[in-house]
């Protein structure tokens, strides 16, 4: 397999999931971007191992949302940005905490936790889908609606916090 510095376009994989397309990018052994695309994107082969085991661990997030990722990865943020993904990360598989509980765990506020979540360059694996408004499914990706809050929805459903109806 070529090395990690291969790149063929923007992403080393894209993965085809019944919500989204992911793009996969890596970089220097870790995983340095997740982005979800418009179904219909055309799939690529992994490009590198590293590549390639992300998509045999989405695969098997796919099949039991109750799976972990166990992948290196590159929590390129400030040094608050990272201490809310790594608060992120922690949060289990069929669980939410509120913008407000994060802030509340970390002593900060729940606007920078929102913002925090925006900027997390590596959904799924650090899955800041679990993460909501206190009156609701709140915003996902810095955006409060269209695809993005369908895919916090899909995200959602598969790991039975939510059913159709209830957000």
């Not at 289990?92 to 925006?118: E, F, M, N, Q």
């Amino acid at each position: 397999m070529p090395p990690d510095r291969t790149i063929v376009g923007r992403h080393q994989a894209r993965y085809p999931a019944p919500f989204a397309v992911i793009g996969i990018r890596t970089g220097a052994g870790a995983l340095t971007r997740i982005e979800y695309l418009p179904r219909g994107t055309a799939a690529l082969a992994p490009v590198n191992r590293l590549a390639e085991r992300a998509c045999r661990q989405i695969e098997r997030y796919l099949d039991d949302p109750g799976f972990r990722f166990d992948l290196p990865l590159e929590y390129r943020g400030t040094a608050f940005q990272c201490r809310v993904w790594r608060a992120i990360a922690r949060i289990p598989s069929g669980h939410t905490r509120t913008y407000k509980d994060l802030a509340d765990r970390i002593a900060s506020a729940p606007r920078p936790v929102g913002a925090a979540c925006g900027a997390n360059r590596i959904p799924l694996v650090i899955p800041c889908h679990r993460v909501v408004a206190s009156g609701g499914i709140g915003g996902f990706m810095n955006a409060r609606g269209g695809f993005p809050l369908e895919v916090k929805r899909w995200l959602l459903r598969h790991e039975g916090v939510i059913t159709l109806g209830d957000d």
